[in-house]
């Protein structure tokens, strides 16, 4: 019994982690459907690969967000990925500023290619 409680705890942060990503990315134009697309895509990516810890879903999230819209090379997209990692392995909370991560490792990684 507490092992089904459990789990529909965590089902319910999950889906509150979405719903703030969500919000995050609301900003964006109601005919964006590339934008919709990208938001349902990597959300669900991002949950399906089990990404509970905040920080870590918020990673995952936003890299496949830039992806999804920008499709970098892939030794651009590599070398976001490893420096946005390195930039959160320290940090313990603060999962809001893992978009800000990922946004100057891609411009920082993208002026070197």
Not at 41 to 69: D, T, V, W
Request: overall charge neutral.
């Amino acid at each position: 019994m507490e092992r089904i409680g459990a789990k529909r705890v965590m089902v319910v942060i999950l889906m509150l982690l979405l719903a703030v990503v969500q919000a995050d990315y609301s900003h964006s134009s109601p005919s964006d459907s590339k934008g919709r697309h990208c938001i349902l895509h990597c959300g669900a990516q991002c949950l399906l690969s089990l990404k509970i810890i905040p920080i870590q879903y918020m990673l995952c999230f936003n890299l496949c967000m830039l992806e999804c819209r920008i499709s970098p090379s892939d030794i651009t997209y590599n070398c976001t990925q490893d420096c946005a990692q390195s930039k959160t392995n320290n940090l313990e909370s603060g999962s809001h500023k893992v978009a800000s991560f990922v946004d100057s490792c891609y411009a920082d990684c993208s002026n070197k290619s």
